[in-house]
């Protein structure tokens, strides 16, 4: 069961950074922009991969940049097939990373309760 887990996240690495390789040099559509491949998830059995991906933009950019990559998901399978050496590449989903939202979203609370500890404990009581 070891073993898995291992050849799993070397898979994981290698796709990575196969696939980060793959839209900055080799896929030209224009809605994909600035898209950075942050981390791979694959299934348990090797068959399916959650890519996820940071991209810089409004919210509109980012979901044009996600309907670009949806739209390169084939051409992305058969370079990864081809370039790892791969009998069966995984099915590829793309997905943003909201990592650096969500600890936006902490820090800004954990300021405002530092500066404001009184006010806080008041609108708890309520």
């Known amino acids: 069961m070891k073993e898995r887990s291992r050849r799993a996240e070397r898979l994981a690495d290698l796709i990575r950074e196969e696939l980060g390789n793959l839209l900055e040099y080799e896929v030209k559509d224009p809605r994909i922009g600035f898209a950075t491949v942050i981390a791979v998830r694959l299934s348990g059995d090797l068959r399916t991969a959650v890519v996820l991906v940071s991209v810089l933009g409004d919210a509109e950019q980012k979901q044009e940049s996600l309907k670009g990559l949806a739209a390169a998901q084939g051409f992305l399978r058969r370079q990864l097939a081809r370039r790892l050496g791969l009998r069966y ?25 530092r500066s404001k500890p009184s006010e806080l404990l008041k609108n708890s009581d309520k």
Do not use: G, S, W
């Not at 995984?90 to 954990?110: C, G, H, N, S």
């Open 89 to 113: 590449a995984p099915a590829v989903t793309f997905r943003l990373d909201r990592t650096e939202e969500t600890e936006q979203q902490i820090e800004e609370m954990l300021r405002k309760a």
